[in-house]
């Protein structure tokens, strides 16, 4: 019987409960068709600490060695370090993790060589159209000559890869509290941070895919309580949050507030503009107004783009960006292969604020101008429906513009705010801005009694 992979196979990766809807047998079929897709001779394979992933990171590796491929094994790494070996390497990667989804789920992010993405667009499809027929009428014929299957330490090159793409040698001393969630960030943070003058508070890096501490998603703000009271026990200068590949990194104040990733992205953007003049930017169009004024006024130019990192990527690749944000703490530079990584993101930070005297609550005020009310969702019984009746609301009134690039965006000239449905939950997802926090409550409440009805 044909394995059913239409609740796993996601837009951009695979990703579902072990072993109730994948297991090592599909991740087999998975490695071999990996390989038939890409057309690779040679792949890299790493796995975060979750129980299921060393089995089926080793499965997969089988699966594409049976059909040829030589496989290189980087083991316990985050995702950006795989993307790391990918780009180095210059070989297609698969990343086996479930990011922040809890203890029994597990997936795997693939990638062609240069960390290019592979999503449904880009290869996804073919990959599961193979594996569904595989498991209905049997594996693979395999290759007259099987792949190898080797080992290989990559986790000091990439540290010394990203110190080396910004300088932190002469900043002051600062402390840093780090919450790694029980995710791969306690595998890296030590190894990047070592020999730079930091003083390292870690939190939860003892590497546990049961997550026994909170949820390894710092964009919901109680994964991130315990981080705050921290950073304020500690006198701490910031606090840094890793999801658990340590894909992304969420920042803390030394105040314990949050601070914006759209923030981030606009601090991020100013440096490496600074380096590359007149370079473009890419942001989502759920970044806040700061970013795009903030890349004008350093001399770059912003292009807009729908949310997900195979669109990002794209456009970055399309346009010859030097650096891409998101406002989920996604943060792509081209100096990594055009991929994601928080750590990059993180040491720009660190950089930046140990380059001047100043607390990280004053050095991000430039870039954090407006009220924004974060992502609120709904779940709604029909979602064509209820978008439609927003859309009806605002839909010809005077000093309005509309626009369906992704999900609908409505724009004021003093607020804006963008209504997307969730490709997998039965979701609006609304995120909404102002030049102050009174107008911009009082659209984020009049769109919601839309949404909700």
């Known amino acids: 019987m044909a394995a059913d992979l239409s609740q796993i196979v996601k837009a951009y990766d695979v990703r579902g409960v072990v072993p109730d809807q994948w297991d090592e047998s599909l991740a087999e079929l998975f490695g071999a068709a990996f390989v038939a897709v890409t057309q690779a001779d040679a792949i890299v394979v790493g796995h975060d600490m979750r129980p299921s992933s060393p089995g089926l990171s080793a499965a997969f590796a089988r699966g594409a060695a049976a059909l040829g491929a030589d496989v290189t094994l980087i083991g316990l790494c985050s995702t950006d370090q795989l ?23 597990n997936g795997i992010k693939m990638c062609r060589k240069g960390a290019a993405p592979v999503g449904q667009d880009t290869g996804l499809a073919e990959i599961r159209e ?7 009428q049997g594996a693979p014929a395999v290759a007259p000559k099987a ?31 780090v919450d790694a969630g029980n995710g791969m960030g306690g595998h890296t943070v030590p190894t990047v941070f070592e020999g730079l003058p930091l003083d390292l508070v870690p939190m939860y890096f003892e ?82 107004w700061s970013v795009p004024e903030v890349v004008r006024e350093n001399g770059g130019t912003p292009v807009r783009t729908r949310v997900g990192h195979s669109f990002i990527k794209q456009e970055m690749a399309a346009t010859g960006a030097i650096f891409g944000g998101e406002h989920s703490a996604h ?9 994601d990584t928080g750590m990059l993101a993180a040491l720009h930070v660190l950089a930046a604020l ?10 991000v005020a430039q870039y954090d101008r407006y009220a924004g009310s974060g992502e609120i969702n709904s779940t709604v019984d029909d979602q064509t429906a209820r978008a439609a009746a927003v859309r009806a609301a605002y839909e010809g009134q005077d000093g309005l513009t509309l626009d369906e690039l992704d999900g609908l965006t409505v ?35 009049e769109v ?4 909700r009805g």
């Open 83 to 105: 993307y790391y070996a990918s780009g180095a390497l210059d070989l297609p990667g698969a990343m086996f993790t479930a990011s922040h989804n809890p203890a029994q789920y």
């Open 331 to 339: 943060y792509y530079f081209a100096d990594f292969w055009n991929a």
């Open 207 to 288: 590497l546990d895919g049961t997550f026994p501490n909170h949820e390894a998603n710092p964009l919901d703000p109680a994964n991130i309580v315990d981080l705050q009271a921290r950073v304020i026990a500690e006198g701490a200068d910031l606090g840094l949050a890793f999801d658990g590949d340590a894909d992304r990194c969420f920042v803390v104040d030394e105040r314990g507030e949050p601070v914006s990733p759209s923030a981030i992205t606009a601090l991020v953007a100013a440096r490496e503009l600074a380096r590359h003049p007149g370079g473009t930017v890419i942001h989502n169009l759920i970044t806040s």
């Open 130 to 136: 193979l594996v569904e027929r595989w498991s209905e």
């Open 411 to 445: 724009t004021a000239q003093d607020w804006w705010f963008n209504l997307r449905a969730s490709n997998t939950e039965p979701l609006l997802r609304l995120n909404v801005e102002a030049r102050d926090a009174a107008t911009m409550a009082k659209v984020r409440d």
């Open 448 to 451: 919601l009694a839309l949404v």
């Open 354 to 363: 140990g380059g001047q005297q100043g607390t990280l609550s004053a050095l």
């Open 147 to 177: 792949g190898t299957i080797v080992e290989r330490e990559t986790l000091t090159d990439y540290a010394a890869h990203l110190k080396a793409l910004v300088d932190l040698t002469a900043i002051r001393p600062l402390k840093v509290v």
